[in-house]
């Protein structure tokens, strides 16, 4: 079986994990029962020895479709061919208590809609990535998966006689006719040998799906955005729910692993966790839209997670684990070959010992905002954010990898001193608006010292804009961002030289293609890594909103941003999801669906929007 196209995929969740759904019908990654956890199916990163669990047709020429229940994360797949139709609706329970079985559990029914059609079913497991082997056993309609030990013990409950496979797995053919259906539940079983079974009745096997429905109908009601793009908007919005850590409220950057950044490259990287960037990004996306219990969410995570450990007067961890816990080193998985022959497979993630200065001013930021919109920052959080201000005071001067992980070396990144402004700016401006006790006069005088530090050294004359680094005459997307954080004025001159320097085709110095962003100058490489990469998605959404800011008195490049967002638009999958870049062709590349594409869309929507009603 060939590898699908990123894009080819859908997601469900439970709030705690995901499964990516091909539309052929196949999970082809799922990782229980967290996102970090390791995979039951990872066919997504090795087709022959990954494992996966598919429900498909057996016909000729079938046609297929995938599209959510009506605002919900509940997938449905259709097939359709000659002799019938068929309708795969795929979901993890949700809005159960927090112990129930159905938490842990994968519904997948089938129910032919028109004819008669003919399908099998195959799930064998790849438990540990691969790495452990299992015993398959079947009693009572049932098939016990156990790698014998108290992690991988899985069963598959469904009334459709199952057959083992030599591989490791059951499969089974069968028959439905027109309103004929069946169900086939997928479930941890927690390692209390308590395995799924088939629910007793219609009315019992109706409530999963239909509480799931009004969990995610009910969540998605509180959306307060009824602007232009709504459905893509709210589409966006479940995505980004979908990534949240129900149990301590962290928000992971992506579900899967080693998805690669260009086909057949070695740009693959783990973004199973939760970057401090990341999530604090997605607090302001969340609460654009009213959603401010993600953001109280992710408060709680920093404070009773995040926060038990001591970071005091020491740099603060560029990403953590869900659990607020140090990210595992970076290991390779040589047994798997990787996405369409894209190896390495990577584990862990050796970003996670680098210093990005950048991180300050997005926490900074997404504090200030909760403050101001969720609910007001007490006192004892405020001393530990304190401390941190006056760290960075100390430390603002220093280089490091910056936003983009470079893994050339430290430099002086415009983009890193730039949120480190923002951190102390907020900071001062949390301290005036809740009269807290702090060091101002040292905040501001610091805050004015990076200010002119970028203005001076950041700029460069040769290219009327701002570049990548201090002494360097590369652009960055980075600097799109300057106005969507106040820092300067959309329509100063400088911003406006910057946007136009960006806005030419990377021959020619700039950064835009066919309307795509790349990071930084795609030749010659400059972060030392080998080969290329795509145009980055949530740079192009940047250039839309800088593009809207800008647009106030620039009636033109209002156009250009609308035109540019509605493309963008178009570069996402059948969805509505975004993965983390685009190649040239137009193609999905990197972890899928992305926290920071999705982000991003939702603020240039939102600030597009708001500057189109103003006329």
């Known amino acids: 079986m060939p590898y699908l196209a990123i894009e080819d995929y859908g997601i469900i969740g439970n709030l705690r994990t995901v499964a990516l759904v091909g539309i052929n019908g196949s999970i082809d990654w799922y990782c229980s029962p967290n996102f970090d956890s390791p995979s039951i199916f990872g066919a997504l990163l090795d087709d022959r020895k990954g494992g996966r669990f598919q429900v498909a047709?057996?016909?000729?020429?079938?046609?297929?479709?995938?599209?959510?229940?009506?605002?919900?994360?509940?997938?449905?797949?259709?097939?359709?061919?000659?002799?019938?139709?068929?309708?795969?609706?795929?979901?993890?329970?949700?809005?159960?208590?927090?112990?129930?079985?159905?938490?842990?559990?994968?519904?997948?029914?089938?129910?032919?809609?028109?004819?008669?059609?003919?399908?099998?079913?195959?799930?064998?497991?790849?438990?540990?990535?691969?790495?452990?082997?299992?015993?398959?056993?079947?009693?009572?309609?049932?098939?016990?998966?156990?790698?014998?030990?108290?992690?991988?013990?899985?069963?598959?409950?469904?009334?459709?006689?199952?057959?083992?496979?030599?591989?490791?797995?059951?499969?089974?053919?069968?028959?439905?006719?027109?309103?004929?259906?069946?169900?086939?539940?997928?479930?941890?079983?927690?390692?209390?040998?308590?395995?799924?079974?088939?629910?007793?009745?219609?009315?019992?096997?109706?409530?999963?799906?239909?509480?799931?429905?009004?969990?995610?109908?009910?969540?998605?009601?509180?959306?307060?955005?009824?602007?232009?793009?709504?459905?893509?908007?709210?589409?966006?919005?479940?995505?980004?729910?979908?990534?949240?850590?129900?149990?301590?409220?962290?928000?992971?950057?992506?579900?899967?692993?080693?998805?690669?950044?260009?086909?057949?490259?070695?740009?693959?990287?783990?973004?199973?966790?939760?970057?401090?960037?990341?999530?604090?990004?997605?607090?302001y996306a969340f609460v654009r839209l009213g959603f401010t219990s993600e953001a109280q969410g992710f408060l709680n995570w920093l404070q009773n997670h995040v926060g038990k450990h001591s970071h005091t007067g020491e740099q603060l961890p560029t990403m953590f684990t869900i659990f607020g816990e140090q990210v595992p080193d970076e290991i390779t998985l040589d047994h798997w070959e990787g996405y369409m022959g894209s190896g390495p497979v990577r584990i862990g993630n050796g970003a996670n010992k680098q210093y990005q200065a950048d991180i300050y001013g997005e926490l900074m930021d997404s504090l200030y905002l909760y403050n101001k919109y969720v609910g007001p920052i007490n006192y004892d959080f405020w001393v530990r954010i304190r401390r941190r201000l006056d760290w960075i005071c100390d430390n603002w001067q220093l280089p490091d990898e910056g936003i983009w992980e470079m893994r050339s070396g430290q430099q002086n990144f415009v983009y890193s001193k730039l949120m480190n402004w923002v951190a102390l700016d907020r900071g001062i401006r949390l301290a005036e608006k809740r009269s807290f006790p702090g060091n101002r006069d040292r905040w501001l005088t610091e805050r004015d010292a990076i200010y002119e530090e970028v203005m001076t050294k950041g700029w460069s004359e040769k290219r009327k804009a701002f570049t990548q680094y201090y002494g360097s005459e590369d652009l960055d997307a980075g600097a799109l961002i300057m106005p969507l954080v106040f820092f300067m004025a959309s329509t100063d001159p400088r911003m406006i030289s910057t946007i136009e320097a960006i806005l030419k085709e990377p021959k020619d110095g700039g950064l835009v293609s066919d309307g795509l962003v790349y990071r930084y100058p795609p030749q010659p490489r400059v972060d030392g890594l080998p080969g290329e990469e795509g145009t980055f998605n949530m740079c192009s959404f940047w250039l839309v909103e800088a593009l809207t800011r800008a647009g106030i008195h620039n009636a033109e490049w209002l156009d250009e941003a609308r035109l540019l967002f509605e493309r963008m638009l178009n570069y996402a999958n059948h969805l509505g999801l975004y993965a983390e870049q685009t190649s040239a062709q137009g193609q999905a590349l990197g972890n899928y669906p992305q926290a920071f594409t999705h982000l991003a869309m939702i603020s240039a929507a939102f600030n597009l929007d708001r500057t189109l009603g103003k006329g």
């Open 57 to 283: 047709p057996i016909a000729d020429k079938v046609r297929r479709k995938q599209f959510y229940w009506p605002s919900t994360n509940i997938l449905v797949t259709r097939f359709s061919h000659e002799d019938g139709i068929a309708e795969l609706e795929d979901f993890m329970p949700v809005g159960f208590a927090a112990d129930s079985a159905s938490y842990h559990q994968l519904h997948r029914r089938v129910r032919c809609v028109r004819g008669t059609v003919r399908l099998y079913v195959t799930c064998r497991p790849a438990f540990d990535y691969g790495r452990a082997s299992h015993q398959v056993q079947v009693r009572d309609g049932v098939a016990i998966f156990n790698a014998g030990n108290n992690r991988d013990h899985f069963s598959l409950a469904t009334d459709v006689p199952l057959k083992f496979q030599d591989d490791g797995g059951v499969s089974a053919e069968f028959v439905l006719e027109e309103g004929q259906s069946k169900t086939f539940i997928f479930q941890n079983d927690d390692g209390k040998g308590t395995p799924a079974a088939i629910p007793a009745s219609e009315a019992e096997a109706k409530e999963p799906f239909e509480r799931t429905v009004k969990f995610w109908q009910d969540w998605i009601g509180r959306c307060t955005y009824r602007g232009r793009w709504r459905e893509r908007i709210e589409r966006s919005a479940l995505a980004l729910k979908l990534l949240t850590y129900e149990p301590t409220g962290a928000i992971v950057a992506a579900p899967t692993t080693s998805l690669p950044e260009v086909i057949g490259g070695s740009r693959n990287w783990d973004y199973r966790y939760s970057w401090v960037r990341d999530a604090a990004f997605t607090v």
